[in-house]
T-cell receptor, first 112, second 114 residues
């Protein structure tokens, strides 16, 4: 019940295209869903996050869509750029010193 | 504002040895968490400290331990190293315990056990 399932494992998108990464969770106690971006040799960095009372959140080219009834959420990267090539992790957590539960990661490659 | 710093960045040890990793959180952050990242298991939670007290612990053997000092700096120790302990160890800091308190990660310490 603590798992977060993420797909696809890897993704190749042409420059200017839309990258879509999907995640699903089981634990309905989760109340915060962040996405992290990780470049080689670096630690994960927060990209965008959403709470379950919101169905969509957009920050620049990055959008999270959240479907509470289906217990699914996804990251959309519009106008994907080669600089977006990185590994993306979805995560879920709840308050009270609860850990971040991470998905397995998606390696995104944006071809020029 | 300086980010989370971790030392050393790289470490090579042999089986049976022990190792201590250090983490300095962002100024003002009182919570420090540790995660292990491996290609096979992904990002796994080790433990979280807040105000020098361990608040949560992941599913790792007792060989993995940690502590936090009064200045919020944290160390983690792994004793009797095994080959499977080779991983990137990440430290993350945040202000408090709320789920929306963003966790900021350091660059990690790459531990190789030979």
């Amino acid at each position: 019940q603590q798992q977060v399932k993420q797909s696809p494992q890897s993704l190749i998108v042409q420059k200017g295209g839309i990258s879509i990464i999907n995640c699903a969770y089981e634990n309905t106690a989760f109340d915060y869903f962040p996405w992290y971006q990780q470049f080689p040799g670096k630690g994960p960095a927060l990209l965008i996050a959403i709470r379950p009372d919101v169905s969509e959140k957009k920050e620049g080219r990055f959008t999270i869509s959240f479907n509470k009834s289906a217990k699914q959420f996804s990251l959309h990267i519009m106008d994907s750029q080669p600089g977006d090539s990185a590994t993306y992790f979805c995560a879920a957590t709840r308050g009270g010193f609860q850990k971040l539960v991470f998905g397995t990661g998606t390696r995104l490659l944006v071809s020029p | 504002k300086a980010g989370v710093t971790q030392t050393p960045r790289y470490l090579i040890k042999t089986r049976g040895q022990q190792v201590t990793l250090s983490c300095s959180p962002i100024s003002g952050h009182r919570s420090v968490s540790w995660y292990q990242q491996t290609p096979g298991q992904g990002l796994q939670f080790l433990f979280e400290y807040f105000s020098e007290t361990q608040r949560n612990k992941g599913n790792f053997p007792g060989r993995f331990s940690g502590r936090q000092f009064s200045n919020s700096r944290s160390e983690m120790n792994v004793s009797t190293l095994e080959l499977g302990d080779s991983a990137l160890y990440l430290c993350a800091s945040r202000k408090g315990q709320h789920s929306t308190d963003t966790q900021y990660f350091g660059p990690g310490t790459r531990l190789t056990v030979l």
